[in-house]
């Protein structure tokens, strides 16, 4: 369950990550209309329970996040 203010804005998406990952791992995120974006996982902290979340990718209105590996 999500609480959200008029701070942080909406929340479009989580992903909870269970795998652990080293500091030579990648993260991709691919967008239905082909967007991708690739960074190095040891950029990407882990968040806490009153953290309000990191953008990886910014999406078109009518675009969305199909994959993450």
């Given at each position: 369950n999500q609480r959200l203010s008029l701070r942080n804005g909406a929340v479009i998406a989580t992903k909870t990550v269970r795998k652990k990952v080293g500091e030579e791992d990648e993260v991709i995120v691919i967008t239905q209309k082909g967007k991708s974006i690739r960074l190095a996982a040891k950029g990407i902290s882990a968040m806490g329970r009153n953290t309000s979340g990191l953008r990886i990718i910014r999406l078109d209105e009518d675009d969305?996040?199909?994959a993450l590996t």
């Open positions: 969305k996040a199909i």
